[in-house]
């Protein structure tokens, strides 16, 4: 590829020139002659060689001025010339090199040193344009980049920022060659920036990645990720420190986003648990106000829960500024509770002092957020929930909009699921009170509050079934019922009864099971209990028929009974034969109460 080359040469020589260029034509360069320095100079920006080979010693302009003058430009300065002289003392030879020649041959020319310093020349000079090249496409990328690139030295100040760094931070270049990396800090990241940046000067820690906060130049502040890494040289100390900077602020305002709509759904979930797990409706109402306020910062809370007839609503809860006006009666149309009611959608004022003009009204202060959400059952309002946020200026975002629907969806659940749990506890209280009245008269005498016959039957299955020393039964019958019924009417024979019922009551033991099991007989079943104790409790009887006597519904008749009993002891108990022998002696008594009535 040397054909792609092109050599000026200047000499005021023809011959020379000739010669020259002649051989550079050979080794296959394009060649270019001036006469003198001065064609050479008018050449140059024409021609833009890659090499210049000068004589060092020519009229009006000579080799060493040309150098001079194209090292005075930047650009010029680039080109490689080879300087050729008759004189090869030191004084030539520095000046040469002091003028900006790169290579200094001396008179006469050897070729083939002429031609390898040619080619080792242009080697070296085609790779400085490549290089040159690459750096320009670097610089261009770089400049280009979407992200934010910077190099500090070791001290942290900018050696060098691409321009998005410089539209990131809202500095100019110049600016930013000025300040230092803690300058563009935010406060808060500032020690980790410190520790970070001295691990890495100290060896350390060759890269790190971190989100942190910079500040612009007008004080906003942005989030970035920065990726940094150290640049050694060739000695390993460290050189510089090049950082690549991403904003991330929308980034991060998503993340906080979805932080926070996780929070909320947390918070749903944990309203969920608290308020499904409960059917007390007191304690679900409580809890209702309790996690409406936890759904806030700086937040009060109150519950209306309407009352029977739809006329009023009663503060049933609070949490906060109305916790001492508890049980306040308030009709249900007026003020905000009235729009709650009346619309069944969730009212939000941000400053509820300003609309209502009443300072008063729920001992809120001004200023404040007031919202007003209905409680749902069978699709009714049945209630009003209160939220007061004591956050002048705050709003109500979609999210938190969106929390509280499905917030008044969950408390509307728990409250139906409290209510028919009650209705429901209610409804299994009064069944069991009726099975227990019903139970109760199954094994009642409905007149005397005795057990009846049924019970006294299945009452000596169980006494048979068990194992007692001994058991007694005395068999009673009240004398004369019939007449009683016939002449002074049931309702006195019914007193009658009632009276020797109580009478049987008071004359037996703790334990002892009386019972009525016909119109007018009765039996009491005396478990563990001798003949002593039943002949006790027999002759007790009479005393406390005397006692009933005197009551004012006997209107001065006497009760007599006749009384039979039985004992049994031992393991064979046999309560049917029990039974009867006690029957068979009560029947005895009774014939001799009929012969002494006769005598």
């Excluded at 920006?45 to 930047?74: F, H, N, S, T």
């Excluded at 001994?470 to 002449?487: F, Y």
């Amino acid at each position: 590829m040397n054909h792609q080359f092109k050599i000026l040469i200047a000499d005021d020589s023809k011959l020379e020139r000739q010669i020259l260029r002649n051989n550079l034509i050979s080794w296959g360069y394009k060649v270019y002659e001036a006469a003198n320095g001065r064609e050479a100079l008018e050449m140059f920006d024409k021609i833009g060689p890659d090499l210049l080979i000068l004589d060092g010693i020519m009229p009006e302009v000579d080799g060493y001025a040309v150098c001079e003058y194209l090292q005075q430009e930047r650009k010029r300065s680039k080109t490689p010339i080879i300087l050729i002289t008759a004189y090869d003392n030191e004084e030539a030879v520095e000046r040469a090199f002091v003028a900006g020649a790169g290579e200094y041959l001396t008179k006469p020319v050897y070729w083939n040193v002429l031609k390898y310093r040619i080619k080792r020349i242009l080697l070296a000079r085609q790779a400085e344009i490549a290089l040159g090249k690459s750096e320009e496409k670097l610089q261009g990328i770089l400049s280009n980049a979407v992200v934010g690139i910077g190099m500090l030295n070791d001290r942290g100040h900018c050696i060098y920022a691409n321009q998005k760094l410089v539209e990131m931070l809202g500095y100019s270049m110049e600016e930013l060659y000025n300040i230092t990396l803690e300058q563009v800090t935010h406060p808060d990241d500032k020690s980790v920036m410190r520790k970070q940046v001295k691990k890495m000067i100290k060896n350390k820690k060759q890269e790190y990645h971190i989100e942190r906060r910079y500040i612009r130049k007008d004080k906003t502040i942005f989030w970035a990720r920065l990726s940094a890494s150290v640049v050694y040289d060739e000695e390993r100390n460290i050189k510089s420190i090049i950082g690549i900077v991403i904003d991330i602020t929308d980034r991060k305002a998503m993340d906080a986003q979805l932080s926070l709509q996780n929070q909320y759904l947390l918070a749903l979930n944990e309203v969920s648990l608290q308020l499904l797990n409960r059917l007390d409706l007191d304690d679900v109402l409580a809890m209702i106000v309790t996690q409406a306020v936890k759904l806030f910062d700086n937040a009060s809370g109150s519950l209306y829960l309407l009352k029977p007839g739809n006329v009023e609503a009663e503060l049933k809860f609070a949490v906060g500024k109305e916790e001492d006006n508890l049980g306040e009666i308030r009709y249900k149309d007026e003020g905000l509770l009235g729009e709650v009611f009346n619309t069944g959608e969730t009212i939000i004022i941000n400053d509820y002092q300003k609309r209502t003009n009443s300072r008063s009204s729920h001992n809120m202060e001004s200023g404040g957020v007031f919202i007003g959400m209905p409680l749902f059952s069978d699709k009714r309002v049945v209630g009003v929930i209160y939220i007061y946020i004591n956050e002048p200026g705050w709003e109500c975002t979609q999210e938190q909009k969106f929390l509280l629907e499905r917030f008044i969806g969950l408390a509307s659940v728990a409250y139906d699921n409290a209510v028919l749990y009650k209705q429901a506890q209610e409804e299994i209280t009064e069944r069991k009170l009726m099975e227990e009245k019903l139970r109760y008269m199954s094994m009642h005498d409905s007149l005397t509050g005795l057990y009846n016959r049924t019970y006294f039957e299945e009452e000596m299955q169980r006494i048979s079934s068990r194992h007692y020393k001994s058991v007694g039964i005395i068999v009673c019958d009240v004398d004369g019922l019939k007449i009683v019924n016939d002449t002074l009417g049931h309702a006195f024979g019914d007193a009658l009864i009632v009276a020797a019922a109580t009478a049987l009551r008071r004359a037996c033991r703790i334990g002892d099971r009386v019972a009525r099991i016909g119109g007018d007989e009765f039996v009491i079943l005396l478990p563990e209990a001798d003949s002593l104790v039943v002949e006790k409790v027999s002759q007790g009887i009479e005393g406390k028929l005397k006692e009933c006597q005197l009551d004012r519904a006997m209107e001065g008749k006497v009760v007599r009974i006749s009384i039979g009993w039985a004992v049994q002891t031992g393991q064979n108990l046999d309560i049917q034969e029990l039974f009867k022998e006690a029957d068979k002696s009560m029947y005895e008594d009774k014939l001799r109460n009929k012969r002494s009535k006769l005598n």
